[in-house]
T-cell receptor, first 115, second 114 residues
Framework: DTEVTQTPKHLVMGMTNKKSLKCEQH?????MYWYKQKAKKPPELMFV???????INESVPSRFSPECPNSSLLNLHLHALQPEDSALYLC??????????????FGSGTQLSVL | KNQVEQSPQSLIILEGKNCTLQ??????????LRWYKQDTGRGPVSLTI?????NTKSNGRYTATLDADTKQSSLHITASQLSDSASYIC?????????????FGAGTQVVVTP
């Protein structure tokens, strides 16, 4: 199994809603990532979890709250989002977050629209 | 300033033709360079990964080259197919202590027409 599975694939939410994005991998990877990607732009790193601990937070607003319940799962909790938060949210994983060559495996993403 | 620059921004090629995409980087110290293919609305898929000691790597009709001295890489697509239409992203990693950070280029949008 070399897949990173993200759910849901599409999400429409209002600015007062609370929702969660989910990401799952069963490759035994110990580093998991959240990226945000706007149309025609490269992905921007949001968070990195290494061995279930948050190791990088790229100054992301607190309305985005990551959670790593175990080594296979990564969640992104959303609350009080703004329309400018609409984007493709990508989850990725790698064996570790360091090392000479760590291949990144990406999920298909969740296309989020905030109304 | 972005440490990974890709060119061209976009290109249109006829099915069956070849094309070459460029990636210049300033990331230092250099660890490895990756090329990803990203279909619209989907996650990127890895094509190749090269370290400083590798000059070329192939994956089917995709061939990547790396010149670590000039900090340039290219991705050559041979005998293009309609399914090659996608964004191709160059991603560079710094030293092993980069703490999971990767420098992404803005991508080259390739459109293959019949």
């Amino acid at each position: 199994d070399t897949e990173v599975t993200q759910t849901p694939k599409h999400l429409v939410m209002g600015m007062t809603n609370k929702k969660s994005l989910k990401c799952e991998q069963h490759m035994g990877h110990r580093a998991m990532y959240w990226y945000k990607q706007k149309a025609k732009k490269p992905p921007e790193l949001m968070f990195v979890y290494s061995y279930e601990k948050l190791s990088i937070n790229e100054s992301v607003p607190s309305r985005f709250s990551p959670e790593c319940p175990n080594s296979s799962l990564l969640n992104l909790h959303l609350h009080a989002l703004q329309p400018e938060d609409s984007a493709l949210y990508l989850c990725a994983s790698s064996r570790t977050d360091r090392g000479l060559i760590e291949k990144l495996f990406f999920g298909s993403g969740t296309q989020l629209s905030v109304l | 300033k972005n440490q990974v620059e890709q060119s061209p921004q976009s290109l249109i090629i006829l099915e069956g033709k070849n094309c070459t995409l460029q990636c210049n980087y300033t990331v230092s110290p250099f660890s490895n360079l990756r090329w990803y293919k990203q279909d619209t609305g989907r996650g990127p898929v890895s094509l190749t990964i090269m370290t400083f000691s590798e000059n070329t790597k192939s994956n089917g009709r995709y061939t990547a080259t790396l010149d670590a001295d000039t900090k340039q890489s290219s991705l050559h697509i041979t005998a293009s197919q309609l399914s090659d239409s996608a964004s191709y992203i160059c991603v560079v990693s710094a030293s092993p202590d980069s703490w999971g950070k990767f420098q992404f280029g803005a991508g080259t949008q390739v459109v293959v027409t019949p």
